[in-house]
């Protein structure tokens, strides 16, 4: 038997959205209201009931974890978002190129951004560069978008229990980082992060970059500010807790992120953008091909809300069609669904109308062979409200593997 | 975009209350059913499924406090539902007047209740002239019904980890309050609450209440006997986490309680008694003109509850049948829908048939903008049970203030 969960990011919507309807009941979706009439719809609580999630908590919360438990910040799933490798234990850091002129010895913080640079990714290569192996320590940066970026530290003997360089304020020095309790873990680690921010300065006062910047009259980026201290927590990979090969299709890197935290593969899709423009049929093939050689496929399709971000309802419910036959309709042309369980969901609510994350539940459909089917003929928010399963908080990944049958039994 | 959530104390019911119907069910609610044909019910189990709900830790819960994590004993809220100002790490007993005898240098308790005197509020006086301030503590007591009353401790390095100077039975000394724990903070507590009662013990021993009493023939009120240290948790106020601005009209001292330590502002309405005879009417118009001002208004309700203590179903019903015509005719006709977001729930079931606080699951109604529509074409428990909002445990502020697109993500 085997798995399949596909997310479609933002999925929910309100009546708001398209006067009267979401978008989701405005679209046209064959295949999906198909797998509806088979199986069964329940509405979930991303998190709990009332509470906005972000998209690295919800997904957590769907894997099976509790968020108020690993969610440790925004460092170390920033870092994940932006592709980076992310391992238990690892300290994370939020960074920002910032402009610093040196007065009296101090560096005084003159603009916090830099000026939002674009050069980012051209001034990453030489903060790489940085030598902190005399530290005992192993570090990794990289720049996101304008002045962002993140450092992730790996090594023994690190705490996430340090103050913040960033002074959150200009006219004033770069902070020096310090212990936040009484430990040599954080002791070393502050210590690590000030000759970390020294050294950042030394390759970046004088970079080409730099040196063009402050040729065209810009605020150079000559400093790194670290903030938001967070310890990558422990995730029992999935793939352990119920013995089975995951994989993971998405195109957004926080996608990737959670599912390699959680133990799944990351597979290369071509086509598979994150966004509008993505090769949904492409994907589906992907999952297909994965199907064969693993037990639990994720699949994460990030367009929906990106349409409900920009607040474009009639974007979001073409979009929800393309889901429906290009995803669905090329994904059920090769599934046997005697020998799978399928799930398909959102991550959360993001209604045109707002254009913004929301709490309220997401609409859940689960089809194959376990499942008892319920009277829904369609799939849809309301359909969702009257569906077999209820409503529940999350836990789609354990709920779908336990279908399968895998998993141990928790108790005698 | 405001909000309201209005409880009805105790509004749910069973079929044994009305020969195979809730009060709530027999009820005429014309205005009631047409908010739940243009919005949505549900189903929520107050605490949790199977949980017997205070009205304290009910609406603990229905704010989105987790009970088991602030609910440290009855001390605080009893404090909270007499009136008192309770603050966060304020140290609560509750207290009853006693009579004791000295006999060999003790003080021997013969009766718990001291005949359950009805002279609380004249001995209150006497007891709150008291001065600890050589002991570096602040207090307040309050006189409640009969014998009943609540006593607060305010200072720095105070701990509820102490016995009770209770001894919880006749014919024994009053007993010294102990440490319970190794901290100085419990010491110094127990040495306060022994002080304490030997001087309370002298301005009660003599006190003109006492000696007409005794001249009577009837045990006095000459000591008072602690029990149940309770800590004031901090509650996050609601008001700060959704940036919002908040009021409460409520007729009973805990519900009022409950909501000052949420955040919310208390109002006072003429015709709010707390019971069966109070002005509907009037508490509609109050919270018209409070959602002018405010951003989340909580209007409380308690006639249901009465009248299902009483074991009165008929009384129940008529006072369902005041709360739609007189309570929410007055406020639709002066509400925009199309602004506004509504609950109309109850804070635990108190059917007649028992007379008692049940774990069954309360009706509940969404009404406004961003509400999905269901099918329900009135409003009770059986249609909720079918509703479109399915079923959860407690937090119908923070869903209320979420539809609202109040308060902020958890993640990113």
Do not use: W
């Not at 329940?42 to 099976?64: E, K, N, Q, W, Y």
């Not at 309709?329 to 799930?343: A, V």
């Amino acid at each position: 038997m085997r798995a399949i969960l596909v997310i479609a990011d933002g999925l929910g919507g309100r009546p708001t959205d398209m006067g009267g309807a979401t978008c989701l009941e405005r679209a046209r979706t064959p295949n999906l209201d198909e797998l509806a009439r088979k199986g069964a719809l329940g509405l979930m609580d991303p998190i709990a009931p009332g509470v906005r999630p972000g998209s690295d908590t919800s997904h957590l919360s769907i894997f099976g974890y509790d968020p108020y438990r690993v969610y440790t910040g925004r460092g170390a799933f920033e870092a994940l978002g932006i592709g980076m490798d992310v391992r238990s234990g690892d300290v994370c850091f939020r960074a920002n190129f910032a402009t610093v002129e040196e007065r009296n010895g101090e560096l005084i913080v003159v603009d916090r951004r830099a000026g939002r640079l674009s050069e980012g990714k051209e001034l990453e290569g030489a903060i790489n560069e940085i030598d902190l192996s005399d530290l005992g320590v192993e570090f990794s940066f990289r720049a996101s978008t304008e002045h962002r970026g993140a450092l992730v530290l790996r090594g023994k003997g690190l705490s996430a229990a340090v103050s913040d360089t960033d002074p959150h304020e200009t006219g004033v020095a770069l902070h020096e980082a310090k212990a936040l309790e009484d430990s040599e873990a954080a002791r070393r680690t502050a210590e690590i992060l000030n000759e970390f921010s020294r050294r950042a300065y030394q390759v970046l006062r004088d970079h080409p970059v730099n040196r063009r910047r402050q040729g065209e009259g810009k605020p150079p980026g000559n400093a790194l500010l670290l903030r938001g201290a967070a310890l990558m927590p422990h995730l029992e990979p999935i793939t352990n807790k119920y013995g089975i090969r995951g994989a993971c299709i998405a195109g957004g890197a926080l996608y990737k992120g959670v599912a390699r935290a959680a133990g799944l593969e990351v597979l290369s899709v071509p086509g598979a953008t994150g966004d509008l423009r993505t090769d949904l049929a492409s994907k589906a093939r992907a999952a297909l091909e994965a199907l064969e050689s693993y037990d639990f496929v994720f699949v994460h399709i990030k367009g929906t809300d990106n349409a409900g971000h920009d607040g474009d309802a009639e974007a979001k419910r073409a979009f929800i069609e393309r889901i429906d036959s290009e995803f669905f309709g090329t994904l059920l042309s090769g599934l046997d669904m005697g020998q799978i369980h399928l799930c398909f969901s959102g991550d959360h609510t993001t209604p045109p109308a707002t254009g913004e994350h929301t709490a309220d539940p997401v609409p859940v459909l689960f089809a194959g062979p376990a499942i008892r089917p319920d009277k829904c003929e369609k799939f849809s928010e309301r359909a969702a409200g009257e569906g077999g399963l209820g409503r529940f908080s999350g836990r789609l990944v354990p709920q779908l593997l336990s279908y399968c049958d895998f998993g141990e039994k928790f108790g005698a």
